[in-house]
Structure formats: structure tokens, C-alpha cells
């Protein structure tokens, strides 16, 4: 009758456990003296691996610590919104997702909006053309159109972030 793996692993782990130091102390020196070390150094190889050992077994070094068990389903704020974004923007083959798509669509939108540029009229089409770059202001007017890719997205960005920043004359603090 044999026992189910659990009891099999366990009692093995605990014979390991228990005749580990004796194995070092006999296989130390035993590999020592093969390599052609006397038989004083390699006793003294030895005596200091299976001390290590009793050491090492002492310790609670590599016990398993218990992780605290998060709340499951998702809190919303800031964290998640970027978590979130971070993880499906790009896809496997390093083309921006249709989710990403349709956030970057949604946001350099919005971008544009506050700005007071409106892309379904022609003026505000040429004025987004001159912030984000023709080809991006056809992506975000033409759904059928093709996607920037990741770089062209981040230059995007950032020139949008960068002109949305307030300038500074002289003597404004």
C-alpha cells in the first residue's frame, strides 16, 4: 500500500532534513580526498561543511513568510486607472491595442477639446494638424484609419502635454 505524495514528500523532506549534516560530513571529505587533498584538510573540509549545515538548519532562513491576502475585485482611483492603461496600451507584437486605441483616441480627444479645438469642423481639423501631427488628427477623425505607432504615441503626448502648459512671461511667477 503505498501513501499518497504528500505523506511520501514530507516524510522525505524530513529524512533530508534530519541526516543532512551526516551526508555532508561524509561526502565533504570524501570529494576531497578524490581531488587529492590530505586527510587532514579534508576532515577539516568536513567538520566545517556539516557545521555550516547545523547552521544554516538552524536558522529560519527560507521559511516561508505569509503574504497578506488583498481584497479581490478593483478600487478605483488613480493607481488602477494607470495600472490599467499601462497593461493593455501596447500589445505582443508591439502595436498599440484596439483598447489602447480607444483610450489614446479618447484622450488626445479630450486634449484637444480643452484646448477649445473642435475636429469635426475643417478649422479645428488644421489647427489639431498643426498639435498632433497630420497623420494622428486623420487617426482620431477616421476610426478606419491606422494607428501610430508606440513612439510617434509617446512624441504625441508629450507635445500635447508640453502645450497645454501654461507659458511664462517675464515678471510671472
Do not use: C, N
Amino acid at each position: 500500500m503505498s501513501h499518497p505524495p504528500q505523506f511520501r514528500q514530507a516524510r522525505t523532506s524530513a529524512f533530508v532534513r534530519r541526516w543532512s549534516p551526516l551526508l555532508v560530513a561524509i561526502a565533504g571529505p570524501a570529494l576531497a580526498l578524490l581531488i587529492g587533498t590530505d586527510l587532514p584538510h579534508a576532515l577539516l573540509i568536513g567538520g566545517t561543511l556539516a557545521a555550516a549545515t547545523l547552521v544554516v538548519r538552524a536558522l529560519p532562513f527560507g521559511s516561508r513568510a505569509a503574504w497578506p491576502v488583498l481584497p479581490y475585485g478593483r478600487r478605483d482611483g488613480a493607481r488602477r486607472d494607470v495600472s490599467s492603461l499601462t497593461w493593455t496600451m501596447i500589445d505582443r507584437g508591439g502595436a498599440i491595442s484596439s483598447t489602447g486605441e480607444r483610450r489614446l483616441r479618447t484622450v488626445l480627444s479630450d486634449a484637444l477639446e480643452l484646448r477649445g479645438l473642435d475636429l469635426t469642423t475643417p478649422r479645428g481639423r488644421e489647427q489639431a494638424e498643426t498639435v498632433v501631427g497630420a497623420d494622428v488628427a486623420r487617426w482620431l477623425t477616421d476610426p478606419e484609419a491606422h494607428a501610430p505607432d508606440p513612439r510617434a504615441v509617446r512624441r504625441i503626448i508629450a507635445r500635447v502635454q508640453h502645450a497645454d502648459q501654461p507659458t511664462r512671461t517675464k515678471g510671472t511667477p
